[in-house]
């Protein structure tokens, strides 16, 4: 049993904390919402009053937050930095989305005090963080690694030790670069058999017995009335929003910039995520963008 502080109790980070408190560990939650430490408390954490309380006297402490600005704020310039909180024996764990550069920076800073930080992004959305099958992509040591994965199998199904640190994040980006792409091909190929009259729910099994098969197709069909326990099946509402695809895809194209990777699939995915936002559509699920094919 070990003690981990935990900070960003959101769609995702609540679940997280839930989990880690099924089994068995002690978790100090904060949130800047107190509806969010409530919700923690409820499921069995302890509240804490600030960043700085959750950081203090734990084993690990675990941050779940919207963007590199906040993390590196949260840990290292921001008034009440955690990085002048934390003992040295603690494994900082950061499964927030965020740019790889900012990733490694935080880890030089942290490694000049004395201090272990992995990045540590999630995939599986927040139906995987409920039940516990995230996957976690880890950039760090072997050793940092190590530690880390206990805690991690307590919220996640699969973890991989991606690299150095900056590793997850990079993973990530690409991972979820992929996931656009597919998203809005296979939008892409079912509105052109519903407009040329093919039932939706048949076309959807005839390309998963064949090459067409992807994630999407599977487990998050876009078109409703195909699949049950989905977002499509709930007007769009739940999930991955729209807002969040369109900034990983902004990482994913800044990482592409960066190491001069082509990427004209995922520039063009991102123009199309770009539209269905500017319509009003942010706050639905990234499987809504079916309904930019059917205007």
Not at 14 to 40: E, R, T, W
Not at 150 to 172: D, T, V, Y
Request: aromatic content about 6%.
């Amino acid at each position: 049993m070990a003690t981990i502080g935990f900070i960003g109790l959101g769609n995702m980070g609540g679940p997280m904390v839930a989990n880690l408190v099924k089994a068995g560990h002690i978790v100090k939650a904060f949130d800047l919402s107190p509806v969010q430490v409530g919700k923690a408390i409820d499921d069995g954490a302890q509240g804490a009053q600030s960043a700085q309380e959750a950081a203090t006297d734990v084993d690990f402490l675990v941050s779940m937050l919207p963007a590199g600005k906040h993390v590196e704020s949260l840990l290292v310039t921001g008034e009440g930095a955690l990085f002048d909180v934390v003992s040295p024996n603690t494994l900082v764990i950061d499964s927030s989305t965020i740019d790889a550069a900012t990733a490694k920076r935080v880890a030089e800073v942290g490694a000049s005090k004395g201090i272990s930080f992995v990045d540590a992004p999630v995939s599986g959305g927040v139906g995987g963080a409920v039940a516990g099958t995230l996957a976690f992509m880890v950039g760090g040591t072997a050793e940092q690694f190590a530690k880390a994965q206990p805690i991690l199998a307590c919220m996640g199904k699969n973890i991989f030790h991606a690299g150095e640190s900056g590793a997850g994040q990079i993973a990530k980006a690409c991972n979820n670069m992929l996931l656009a792409i597919h998203m809005t091909g296979t939008c892409e190929a079912l509105n052109m058999g519903l407009k040329n009259g093919l039932d939706p729910a048949v076309l959807s099994e005839i390309m998963k017995q064949s090459s067409g098969n992807n994630w999407t197709l599977q487990v998050y069909n876009p078109v409703p009335g195909v699949m049950d326990g989905v977002p499509s099946a709930n007007d769009y509402q739940g999930g991955f929003q729209v807002d969040l695809m369109f900034k990983d895809l902004g990482l994913a194209m800044e990482l592409s910039q960066q190491s001069a990777s082509p990427t004209p699939m995922g520039s063009q995915a991102r123009a199309l995520f770009n539209l269905h936002k500017a319509k009003g559509n942010g706050g639905l699920d990234f499987s809504s963008v079916m309904r930019l094919y059917q205007e």
